[in-house]
């Protein structure tokens, strides 16, 4: 069974800080993805990497750089926080494309409050 | 641009009923992998059954089984005989067939299935 980790589980935030959510995975997997999840919005995508030292950008990159300095570790970084930020986020990563690589495994998600 | 609807905001239904819940997506790739993952209370999200596009064969999974119908661009996910952990957040996803993509997520469908 494919694990993610991501840390931390919660964090309270101050408006105007910065913030850094890591996610690691050890399944050798390729993809990984950072989604948020808002009430009534489903998961949306932040940004995604297909291999190491590159990321593309989601559907709502806006304020959210992300990291991928090695295979394993994938992190999302919110320079200037905002209340808007507030949300679940939640790391996946999936170990390639076609048949069963296609399966995404999740995180169990950063709770991140931004007062 | 890739997009996935999730119209039912929430269904209800008695346990060992049949339901089915859906989804409709639009895409202009002539390939496309088509999922639904569960997400259960605690919020851990667990992918269910896949739907490749080439295939005509609905997928089926234990009792979970999908209506695949290409000329509408709808993916319904039907569980048979509910059982009360059934009850979750349903979310339909879609990835592109084009190299290096991501999959996008609908907003959800809460579940619950009464005793």
């Known amino acids: 069974e494919a694990a993610v980790t991501q840390s931390p589980r919660s964090k309270v935030a101050v408006t105007g800080g910065k913030v850094t959510l890591s996610c690691h995975q050890t399944?050798?997997?390729?993809?990984m993805y950072w989604y948020r999840q808002d009430t009534g919005h489903g998961l949306r995508l932040i940004h995604y990497?297909?291999?190491?030292?590159?990321?593309e950008k989601g559907d709502i990159p806006d304020g959210y750089k992300a990291s991928r300095p090695s295979q394993e570790n994938f992190s999302l970084i919110l320079e200037l926080a905002s209340l808007s930020q507030t949300a679940v986020y939640f790391c996946?990563?999936?170990?390639?494309?076609?048949?069963?690589?296609?399966?995404?495994?999740f995180g169990s998600g950063t709770r991140l409050t931004v007062l | 641009a890739q997009k996935v609807t999730q119209t039912q905001t929430s269904i209800s239904v008695m346990e060992k009923t049949t339901v089915t819940m859906d989804c409709v997506y639009e895409?202009?790739?002539?390939?496309?992998?088509l999922f639904w993952y569960k997400q259960t209370a605690s919020g851990e999200i667990v992918f269910l059954i896949r739907?490749?596009?080439?295939?005509?064969e609905n997928a089926t999974v234990g009792h979970y089984s999908l209506n695949f119908q290409k000329p509408k661009s709808s993916i319904g996910l039907i569980i048979t005989a509910t059982q009360i952990e059934d009850s979750a957040v349903y979310f339909c996803?879609?990835?592109?067939?084009?190299?290096?993509?991501?999959?996008?997520f609908g907003a959800g469908t809460k579940l619950t299935v009464k005793p």
């Open positions: 399944n050798n997997h390729d993809y």
């Open positions: 739907q490749d596009s080439y295939k005509k």
């Open positions: 990497s297909y291999v190491a030292d590159s990321t």
């Open positions: 996946a990563s999936s170990s390639g494309t076609g048949g069963s690589a296609e399966t995404l495994y």
């Open positions: 996803a879609m990835r592109e067939g084009s190299n290096n993509n991501a999959p996008r």
């Open positions: 895409t202009q790739d002539s390939s496309y992998f």
